[in-house]
T-cell receptor, first 118, second 113 residues
Framework: GAVVSQHPSWVICKSGTSVKIECRSL??????MFWYRQFPKQSLMLMAT?????????EQGVEKDKFLINHASLTLSTLTVTSAHPEDSSFYIC??????????????FGSGTRLTVV | QKEVEQDPGPLSVPEGAIVSLNCTYSNSAFQYFMWYRQYSRKGPELLMYTYSSGNKEDGRFTAQVDKSSKYISLFIRDSQPSDSATYLC?????????????FGKGTKLSVKP
């Protein structure tokens, strides 16, 4: 089946630094990738929709200058948390849609990145 | 009212029990319904998916959708300790090549040996 590889799985960074998270679709092309954030005991909250070759679409309340998204190829999307602060500590998960799967089901998730800002 | 409501639990059952997990939703445009299983500190993995109303069975798992009531269910028969995880319902109206999922909060399930 479709596989989405997300790296790193965990990262600790100092406040004020930037962190890049990568999401790759390994055996399919993903024109659209989604970035989610999940706080403890909370559901996945969509942050932004990443479209290959165009600007990402951010959800209301998500700062686009803080969470930089780049979707330069059909298999790679990156999320960069700039000038990270402790309140950015969270679990970040990407998802890619395999259009070959058909219908509205073909969402495959990465394994997530736990970011801790100290 | 949130688009998708799901009781977060936690739900604790003995091994072998039948588990019932549910979600309600408010958007009648939703057509695709999914259940994801998420282990601690991992990304969600697709467990079951259903289009429109009806039932779908896969091994010990049965998914039901009642669009008239805006209610979906996941049943787990002969539950095992390995089923212990958080179960998230998700749904989409999927109007074309793009579309995103709306998730419930997830129900944390613990199956005791």
């Amino acid at each position: 089946g479709a596989v989405v590889s997300q790296h790193p799985s965990w990262v600790i960074c100092k406040s004020g630094t930037s962190v890049k998270i990568e999401c790759r679709s390994l055996d399919f092309q993903a024109t659209t990738m989604f970035w989610y954030r999940q706080f403890p005991k909370q559901s996945l909250m969509l942050m932004a929709t990443s479209n290959e070759g165009s600007k990402a679409t951010y959800e209301q309340g998500v700062e686009k200058d803080k969470f930089l998204i780049n979707h330069a190829s059909l298999t790679l999307s990156t999320l960069t948390v700039t000038s990270a602060h402790p309140e950015d500590s969270s679990f970040y998960i990407c998802s890619a849609r395999d259009v070959g799967m058909g219908g509205g089901y073909g969402y495959t998730f990465g394994s997530g990145t736990r970011l801790t800002v100290v | 009212q949130k688009e998708v409501e799901q009781d977060p639990g936690p739900l604790s059952v003995p091994e072998g029990a039948i588990v019932s997990l549910n979600c309600t939703y408010s958007n009648s445009a939703f057509q695709y319904f999914m259940w994801y299983r998420q282990y601690s500190r991992k990304g969600p993995e697709l467990l079951m998916y259903t289009y429109s109303s009806g039932n779908k069975e896969d091994g010990r798992f049965t998914a039901q959708v009642d669009k008239s009531s805006k209610y979906i269910s996941l049943f787990i028969r002969d539950s095992q300790p390995s089923d212990s995880a958080t179960y998230l319902c998700a749904m989409s109206n999927y109007g074309g090549s793009q579309g995103n999922l709306i998730f419930g909060k997830g129900t944390k399930l613990s199956v005791k040996p």
